[in-house]
């Protein structure tokens, strides 16, 4: 029988990979132009227009249409009630952005805009050291990393959609091939030596703890949602929103 496509990693969460754009994903043009000045566009917005673009370019990379909406609030609760009204599921987090990165999804950012006020930011995509950032209505651009990660606050949420919303928590002493597939990738992970019985033992469990310590989430040994997201992401037999499709950019025109 097929494993399911849930539980196949594409990368180690320390380095991951470019995936190739899916036929699902709404990515924004990737040019390359003059470097943009990240302080002065942050500073020069207000929480509730940051947390509309921020919506507006997430629902974009997602292949939504509804783009006229945001979340009621700046409030965490406002966020996930936003995701789940346009049929996403949301995940808060306290990832560094590195972690963040690694997690390859879209997400609200935290950061701190003109004297240090809160705000949420649209982070959908990634190209090298930069970053795809949603800076204003119909406004995205690349940033560099280490220009957001010094107003970063270290509090996301990532929106995916959950293939298998009906999927058990994964434990110790759960057993079948679904367990068998986690074993597998975790194996492709170099995390798990032996051989996979089937049976979620006290290695797996070890194994599954590391990765979620690398990536900041839960650590309680058990493949719940929040690492059953990260593994979705990494999965190339599963449609995702990644950071890292983003469309390429225009050719040149033929002489």
Known sequence: SSRPATLRPLSTPEKPVETPVEATNAALPAQRGPAVDYDALLDALDPATARAAAAEAILHK??????????????????????AEHGLDAQPLVPTLEQLVSIDLPAFALVLGKDAEPMWIGIVGRRDDELQVALGSGRVEFVPIKAIDKRYTVQAVVLWRDPMPGLPVLREAAQGETVVALQEQLRDLGRLASEPSGVYDGPTAAAVRRLQSELNLTI????????RMVLCSWSPDVAMARLSSVAPEPSAPAA
């Open 220 to 227: 309680d040994g058990k493949v719940g949602r929040q690492t």
């Open 62 to 83: 997602w292949g939504l249409t509804d783009t006229g909406s945001a979340p009621r609030g700046d409030a965490i609760d406002d966020l996930v009630q936003f995701a």
